[in-house]
C-alpha cells in the first residue's frame, strides 16, 4: 500500500532562517511520482514540484530546494531564507500517476514563519 | 495556467438538507476529475473519481448514495451531499485532469458548514 509519513506536524521558525519540510514515502511500485503542495490559509493547492521516481536529481527553484533519496524514500523539503509569506500546510503526496491523478496526501507540515 | 474553479467558495445548510457543489474547468477539457476532502488541520483524502460520461468510482468508506457525483460534460463535475450532518462538515476539494499536457490543476475549495 502506498503511504506518506510527514512528521513534523508544525514548525515555527524566524524570518531569514533555513527549514527543512521532512517526507517520507512508502510504495510498492518502480515508477511513481512525488509531489510538494503548498496551501496557504486561504485553502487552494498550489502546486510545487514533481518528480519521478527515476529521477533523483535535486532541483533548486530560488529559495526551494528538494533532497529526492530512493535509498531512504525520502523527498525532503528545504526553504532558504524563509519569508513571513512561506507560512502555510505544506503537503508532500504521492501518484503512480504523472497527472498526479489519485493523490495519496502525507497529514502536512504547517509552516509559521515569524517576523 | 489552466483553471478550475469551484462554487459556491463556501455554503452553510441546515442539518438534513442536501448541497451542491460544482467543479468546472474553463478553459480546457477535463475527462477525469476528483474529488478530495480535508477536515480541519487534517490532509486531503480522496473521495471519488468523476469520469464523463459514466458513474463515479468511490473511496473505500465514502457513501456513494450521500455523496453524489454527476460529470455531465467535459468541463463540468458536482458533487451532492445529501442530507447533510454536522460531520460532513469539512472542506470539499475538486482537481481535473487536461489531458493535453497530462496535468491536474485543483479548484480553490469549497467550505461547507452543517449547523
Known amino acids: 500500500a502506498q503511504k506518506v509519513t510527514q512528521a513534523q506536524t508544525e514548525i515555527s521558525v524566524v524570518e531569514k532562517e533555513d527549514v527543512t519540510l521532512d517526507c517520507v514515502y512508502e510504495t510498492r511500485d518502480t515508477t511513481y511520482y512525488l509531489f510538494w503542495y503548498k496551501q496557504p490559509p486561504s485553502g487552494e493547492l498550489v502546486f510545487l514540484i514533481r518528480r519521478n521516481s527515476f529521477d533523483e536529481q535535486n532541483e533548486i527553484s530560488g529559495r526551494y530546494s528538494w533532497n529526492f533519496q530512493k535509498s531512504t524514500s525520502s523527498f525532503n523539503f528545504t526553504i532558504t531564507a524563509s519569508q513571513v509569506v512561506d507560512s502555510a500546510v505544506y503537503f508532500c503526496a504521492l501518484s503512480e500517476d504523472r497527472s498526479q491523478g489519485n493523490l495519496i496526501f502525507g497529514k502536512g507540515t504547517k509552516l509559521s514563519v515569524k517576523p | 495556467g489552466a483553471v478550475v474553479s469551484q462554487h459556491p467558495s463556501w455554503v452553510i445548510c441546515k442539518s438534513g438538507t442536501s448541497v451542491k457543489i460544482e467543479c468546472r474547468s474553463l478553459d480546457f477539457q477535463a475527462t477525469t476529475m476528483f474529488w478530495y476532502r480535508q477536515f480541519p488541520k487534517q490532509s486531503l483524502m480522496l473521495m471519488a473519481t468523476?469520469?464523463?460520461?459514466?458513474?463515479?468510482?468511490?473511496e473505500q468508506g465514502v457513501e456513494k448514495d450521500k455523496f453524489l457525483i454527476n460529470h455531465a460534460s467535459l468541463t463540468l463535475s458536482t458533487l451532492t451531499v445529501t442530507s447533510a450532518h454536522p460531520e460532513d462538515s469539512s472542506f470539499y476539494i475538486c482537481?481535473?485532469?487536461?489531458?493535453?499536457?497530462?496535468?491536474?490543476?485543483f479548484g480553490p475549495g469549497t467550505r461547507l458548514t452543517v449547523t
Open positions: 482537481s481535473a485532469i487536461d489531458r493535453g499536457p497530462y496535468e491536474q490543476y
Open positions: 468523476s469520469n464523463e460520461g459514466s458513474k463515479a468510482t468511490y
